[in-house]
């Protein structure tokens, strides 16, 4: 059996649990085809392979561990623009979105897209992308009725109301309009 030099051995996540299950069977069967493996490990072929490459460069002493910890275990790479940041932007999101609804009145929510678009400054814009902004509002709990299947469904089906409303309204208009002609017509020719 080849003894592998782990780092970290306190395993905090499952990922590393995984990996290093993961890690000691790949080195138990070494002499395996990496479809084989992959069938036993769950990985894919190119993981296997990585995986391989690994073990070989440490038993090779390349590198004195294999290494088991996610290289963003902390999401450094997330926190580049504070939370505050997009407290402040959700909170002038929903400022613009009650003023729009007090103008407009009607139930119609602005959409994220919308508001990235139109509403948010430039600067802001260089420094986040939209697909980025929806994923840390979801991620701090920010929610609108656009970003969850439901909510579509919900909105779309008030769309759906008030077309027809607005349909019903000129259908009894025009009703009312022949009616209104037709005893014109009456009475003209008593």
Same mark, same amino acid.
Do not use: C, P
């Given at each position: 059996?080849?003894?592998? =030099?782990?780092?970290?051995?306190?395993?905090?996540? %499952?990922?590393?649990?995984? !990996?290093? +299950?993961?890690?000691?069977?790949?080195?138990?069967? &070494?002499?395996?085809? @990496?479809?084989? +493996?992959?069938?036993?490990?769950?990985?894919?072929?190119?993981?296997?392979?990585?995986?391989?490459?690994?073990?070989?460069?440490? *038993?090779?002493?390349?590198?004195?561990?294999?290494?088991? &910890?996610?290289? @963003? /275990? =902390?999401?450094?790479?997330?926190?580049?623009?504070?939370?505050?940041?997009?407290? %402040?932007?959700?909170?002038?999101?929903? %400022?613009?979105? =009650? $003023?729009?609804?007090?103008? *407009? !009145?009607?139930? @119609?929510?602005?959409?994220?897209?919308?508001?990235? *678009?139109?509403?948010?400054?430039? =600067?802001?814009?260089?420094?986040?992308?939209?697909?980025?902004?929806?994923? !840390?509002?979801?991620? +701090?709990?920010?929610?609108? !009725?656009?970003?969850? &299947?439901?909510?579509?469904?919900?909105?779309?089906?008030?769309?759906? /109301?008030?077309?027809?409303?607005?349909?019903?309204?000129?259908?009894? $208009? *025009?009703?009312?309009?022949?009616?209104?002609?037709?005893?014109?017509?009456?009475?003209?020719?008593?």
């Amino acid at each position: 059996m080849i003894k592998l =030099n782990l780092k970290n051995t306190n395993l905090s996540t %499952e990922y590393e649990k995984n !990996r290093i +299950l993961n890690l000691k069977t790949i080195a138990i069967h &070494k002499n395996w085809t @990496n479809e084989q +493996l992959s069938l036993k490990t769950g990985l894919s072929v190119r993981t296997i392979i990585r995986y391989k490459k690994e073990i070989f460069n440490t *038993e090779k002493g390349d590198k004195s561990f294999v290494r088991t &910890k996610h290289k @963003n /275990i =902390n999401k450094v790479k997330d926190r580049k623009i504070s939370d505050d940041l997009f407290q %402040e932007i959700y909170k002038q999101y929903l %400022e613009t979105n =009650n $003023a729009i609804i007090d103008i *407009e !009145r009607t139930d @119609n929510e602005l959409s994220y897209k919308e508001f990235y *678009e139109t509403f948010l400054d430039q =600067n802001i814009k260089e420094k986040l992308s939209y697909s980025w902004m929806i994923y !840390r509002f979801n991620e +701090l709990g920010f929610h609108n !009725r656009h970003t969850t &299947k439901r909510g579509r469904k919900i909105t779309r089906d008030l769309k759906k /109301i008030k077309k027809l409303n607005e349909e019903t309204h000129m259908m009894i $208009a *025009e009703i009312q309009n022949k009616q209104n002609t037709t005893k014109n017509k009456e009475w003209f020719w008593i």
